[in-house]
């Protein structure tokens, strides 16, 4: 596996423009019909572990874990199937784990991962007040991971567990560009990945975090309030 450090921009911050200014809203979702929507979505993995709940008078939709022997699992919402599309701004209102030995994703992948060139965008959110932008592809060379040569800068204490924020990830013709509450924290620069992409949100234990996980902190759930894209 290969990392491609420098083709990141370094950890700045910076304001920037309204990523949608300019772009037609093409799909949106306020989760406020307390059940999901089965024209957009589709579930993979546990059915049990997404549940709707109430954020102020405001509904969200929550993806728990389910309590299994080892606890390895992967559960998700995915527009794959139902949607896609070239290019465009892609962002959701989430609120993240708490704790570490599970993580949230928000990502947009190509259709077929599998066909190469193929990429996965994501922010990662590990728990402890920690997220980061990763990316992974798959072209004629192999798999190749991209991360920041710098960490996002760690939250204030119990920030993104408590509140929601906003995860954009811009996809134009030369880039991929990732914003936070509206700022710019990465960019990475490719042009070959150009297939329709579909967005998912994921709330996962995996193997190799599965040691960190404390069942007394469950549950530590992945709320949404939103999602939309633009084109």
Do not use: C
């Not at 990141?8 to 306020?30: H, I, K, Y």
């Not at 059915?47 to 559960?75: P, W």
């Not at 579909?198 to 469950?218: D, F, G, P």
């Amino acid at each position: 596996m290969k990392y491609l450090l420098p083709l990141f921009l370094s950890a700045v911050a910076l304001n920037a423009a309204d990523p949608s200014t300019g772009r037609s809203l093409v799909f949106s979702d306020d989760f406020n019909a307390g059940k999901l929507d089965e024209s957009k979505w589709r579930i993979i993995g546990s059915v049990d572990a997404i549940s709707f709940a109430k954020a102020g008078k405001e509904g969200v939709v929550r993806i728990g874990l389910t309590k299994g022997a080892d606890m390895i699992q992967t559960n998700i919402i995915t527009t794959k199937n139902k949607f896609s599309q070239q290019y465009g701004y892609f962002v959701a209102s989430m609120r993240m784990n708490a704790t570490e030995g599970h993580s949230g994703t928000f990502r947009i992948a190509t259709d077929d991962e599998k066909t190469v060139p193929s990429i996965i965008i994501a922010f990662h959110a590990t728990g402890k007040d920690r997220v980061s932008p990763w990316g992974r592809g798959l072209t004629e060379s192999g798999q190749q991971d991209y991360r920041p040569d710098k960490p996002v800068s760690q939250m204030k204490a119990g920030d993104l567990s408590k509140k929601f924020h906003t995860y954009g990830l811009l996809w134009t013709e030369s880039a991929f560009t990732w914003y936070m509450d509206g700022k710019v924290v990465h960019k990475l620069e490719r042009k070959e990945f150009t297939r329709p992409m579909n967005l998912a949100i994921t709330h996962r234990v995996l193997e190799e975090e599965r040691q960190k996980l404390n069942l007394k902190s469950l549950p530590d759930d992945i709320d949404i309030d939103w999602v939309k894209v633009w084109k």
